[in-house]
């Protein structure tokens, strides 16, 4: 969670978040951003308003599909289970209702969790994320029913969604 995506409904928002505690052979798929050096100081400013809550930044080795022999340094914000706002680990059903309900400055968290897994479909096919997709899935079917707000909205993401 994180106070940058402000609260607007009366539930805690669950943002997906990399965690500083890992081990060696763990992998997060993400995508690296190069930055014109005379554009960094108002990137890093935007990120770090963006980022606020307790996030921290950390130097890591950034491994692209395009060619793996050849990492470089990236800078990826992390948390940490001291993160003042870490709600800590709770079941897929609880996660999936505390998604639907919720909603924040960004928009509906429904939609961050399925673009989530939507883009992880797209850039990294290869890459099975069970507890992304079996949220995915719980979520879309909470709001499968038609008088659902959200029925319209989730509708192309149902048909998109694949079994993970």
């Known amino acids: 969670m994180s106070n940058a995506h402000e609260r607007l409904s009366a539930d805690a928002l669950r943002l997906i978040a990399l965690l500083s505690k890992f081990v060696e052979e763990d992998c997060t798929w993400g995508v690296a951003y190069k930055v014109l050096p005379q554009d960094v100081p108002d990137v890093m400013m935007y990120l770090d308003r963006r980022e606020v809550g307790g996030y921290c930044t950390q130097r890591i080795q950034f491994y692209p599909q395009t060619d793996p022999t050849q ?21 897929l ?16 968290n429904i939609e961050y969790i ?51």
């Open 71 to 91: 990492p470089f340094e990236a800078l990826a914000y992390i948390a940490n289970e001291h993160n003042p706002n870490y709600l800590g680990p709770a079941s």
């Open 93 to 108: 059903d609880h996660i999936a209702e505390q998604v639907v309900r919720s909603r924040g400055r960004s928009g509906e």
């Open 114 to 164: 399925l673009e989530l897994a939507h883009a992880m479909r797209t850039l990294a096919p290869h890459a099975a994320d069970d507890h992304l997709f079996s949220l995915e899935r719980k979520v879309l079917a909470l709001v499968a029913c038609p008088g659902h707000p959200l029925f319209n909205a989730c509708k192309s993401y149902s048909n998109s969604a694949q079994p993970g």
